[in-house]
C-alpha cells in the first residue's frame, strides 16, 4: 500500500525566507502529484498538478518538483508571507487505480511578519 | 470561483441522529466524486467512491451502512450518516476528479468540508 509522508510537520520562519517541503512516497507507480493548501477549518485548495511525466511545475512563487523514481517531491516557496500560513498537503494519486489518492499527513506552515 | 459546493459546514447535533450532507459539482457533471474524512490533526482519508447510476464502493473499514451515499445526479452526491454518535464528530469532504471524469488530467477539486459534531 502506498505511504505518502511529509517532513517537516510544523515549520516556523520569518517573512520573507525561501523554504522547501518535503513530500516522500513508497510506490513510484503513480499517476501524478497534487499539492494542497487547507486553511483551518476549511478544504483544500489545489496549488500545483505534476503528472508523472513531468519533473516540475510552477505557479507564481510557488515551484514543485518530482522526482518519481526515487518517490520524492517538493514544495519550494520563495520569498514567503504570512498569508502563507497554512497547512500544506501532498497527496498521489494511485497509477493502477485512479480512484485511489493517497494524502500526506501535511506540514503547518507559520510565517511570521 | 468554486467548483464544488458542500452542505452544510457545520452540523451539531445529538447523539442518534442521521445527518445528511450534501456536495454538489458546479462545473461540470461528475459520474465520480470522492468522500473523505478527516480527524484533527490528521491527513484525508478516502471513505468511499460515489458512483453516479451505480452503488457506492467504499474503503476498507468503512461501514456501508453507516455511511449511506447516493449520486442521485450527475452533479450532486449525498453522504447519510446515519445514527450518528460522538466517534462520528470529524470534518468530511467531498471532491470532485478534474473534468468530472476518473482518469482525467485535470486536478482534484475539494469542497470546504462539513464539520460534523455529535454531542
Known amino acids: 500500500k502506498q505511504e505518502v509522508t511529509q517532513i517537516p510537520a510544523a515549520l516556523s520562519v520569518p517573512e520573507g525566507e525561501n523554504l522547501v517541503l518535503n513530500c516522500s512516497f513508497t510506490?513510484?507507480?503513480?499517476?501524478?502529484l497534487q499539492w494542497f493548501r487547507q486553511d483551518p477549518g476549511k478544504g483544500l485548495t489545489s496549488l500545483l498538478l505534476?503528472?508523472?511525466?513531468?519533473r516540475e511545475q510552477t505557479s507564481g512563487r510557488l515551484n514543485a518538483s518530482l522526482d518519481k523514481s526515487s518517490g520524492r517531491s517538493t514544495l519550494y516557496i520563495a520569498a514567503s508571507q504570512p498569508g502563507d500560513s497554512a497547512t500544506y498537503l501532498c497527496?498521489?494519486?494511485?497509477?493502477?487505480?485512479?480512484?485511489?489518492?493517497?494524502f500526506g499527513s501535511g506540514t503547518k506552515l507559520n510565517v511570521k511578519p | 470561483g468554486a467548483v464544488v459546493s458542500q452542505h452544510p459546514s457545520w452540523v451539531i447535533c445529538k447523539s442518534g441522529t442521521s445527518v445528511k450532507i450534501e456536495c454538489r459539482s458546479l462545473?461540470?457533471?461528475?459520474?465520480?466524486m470522492f468522500w473523505y474524512r478527516q480527524f484533527p490533526k490528521q491527513s484525508l482519508m478516502l471513505m468511499a467512491t460515489?458512483?453516479?447510476?451505480?452503488?457506492?464502493?467504499?474503503e476498507q473499514g468503512v461501514e456501508k451502512d453507516k455511511f449511506l451515499i447516493n449520486h442521485a445526479s450527475l452533479t450532486l452526491s449525498t453522504l447519510t450518516v446515519t445514527s450518528a454518535h460522538p466517534e462520528d464528530s470529524s470534518f468530511y469532504i467531498c471532491?470532485?476528479?478534474?473534468?468530472?471524469?476518473?482518469?482525467?488530467?485535470?486536478?482534484?477539486?475539494f469542497g470546504d468540508g462539513t464539520r460534523l459534531s455529535i454531542l
Open positions: 471532491s470532485v476528479p478534474g473534468g468530472g471524469q476518473v482518469g482525467s488530467n485535470q486536478p482534484q477539486h
Open positions: 510506490d513510484s507507480a503513480i499517476y501524478n
Open positions: 505534476i503528472q508523472s511525466s513531468q
Open positions: 497527496a498521489v494519486r494511485d497509477g493502477y487505480n485512479f480512484n485511489k489518492f493517497y
Open positions: 462545473d461540470f457533471q461528475a459520474t465520480t
Open positions: 460515489s458512483n453516479e447510476g451505480s452503488k457506492a464502493t467504499y
